[in-house]
């Protein structure tokens, strides 16, 4: 991996394709750069062909890590880990990264009250995710007459997970829609942080205990048999 890394840098520098990484060996053309050992020490200004036979002598790669400097500076490092490592500390970055999403809910003002309980049990879900909720009250026909009934509404969708969320955008008139906004109480952060935790224990539930669910699978079967028998 790291030897495709820097066959890769390499070929990039030979005029493959524009690049901003940074010179490295025989790319380097200065007559002296201020070297900087691969633990980190101050070994001075030193001579380019000095500095690459010490990079050749360490088996390690000379890259310029400053050169806007006069003299500029150079380090000794394995150059093709190097990159390796700062591209998976990036790709780690990206995966934590937190993203603001918006969900929508669409309910009508006459809904049923099963239905509520089903639209309110996803806005639950969302706002425990970190998410912000954009609830929509669709009107039709003669209900546009009556906005009192999707305000209402959600008043009460707002009272009821008011534990997990607040009202970030206060309901408002939008053509045939009345809109409101619900922001969660807890970060995206906050609650991915969670769900990690919530899955590192199941893991290790499941690891401490690997015959339960073998168990609960065996109880099942058994009592097949018997409710058959019953049956008879």
Request: positive net charge; charged residues 30%.
């Amino acid at each position: 991996m790291y030897a495709a890394v820097r066959q890769t840098a390499a070929w990039c520098y030979r005029g493959g394709s524009i690049s901003a990484e940074p010179r490295i060996n025989d790319r380097i053309r200065v007559p002296e750069v201020r070297l900087v050992g691969p633990s980190g020490e101050q070994v001075g200004i030193v001579p380019l062909a000095k500095a690459l036979e010490l990079a050749q002598e360490y088996d390690l790669d000379l890259v310029e890590v400053a050169a806007n400097a006069r003299p500029p500076v150079c380090k000794l490092m394995d150059y093709g880990k190097f990159k390796y490592e700062s591209a998976m500390k990036a790709r780690e970055a990206r995966k934590n990264q937190a993203h603001t999403v918006i969900k929508e809910m669409k309910l009508r003002p006459k809904i049923d009250p099963h239905d509520y309980d089903t639209k309110k049990g996803h806005v639950v879900r969302f706002l425990k995710q970190g998410d912000k909720v954009k609830i929509t009250i669709m009107f039709r026909g003669r209900e546009q007459s009556r906005p009192e009934l999707g305000y209402r509404l959600l008043q009460r969708l707002a009272e009821d997970v008011q534990d997990l969320g607040f009202v970030e955008s206060n309901p408002k008139q939008d053509g045939r829609n009345m809109i409101m906004v619900l922001g969660p109480h807890k970060k995206k952060t906050e609650a991915m942080a969670e769900a990690r935790q919530a899955q590192e224990a199941r893991k290790a539930e499941a690891k401490a205990h690997p015959g339960r669910s073998q168990n609960a699978a065996e109880a099942e079967t058994t009592e097949a048999p018997a409710e058959a028998s019953a049956e008879a």
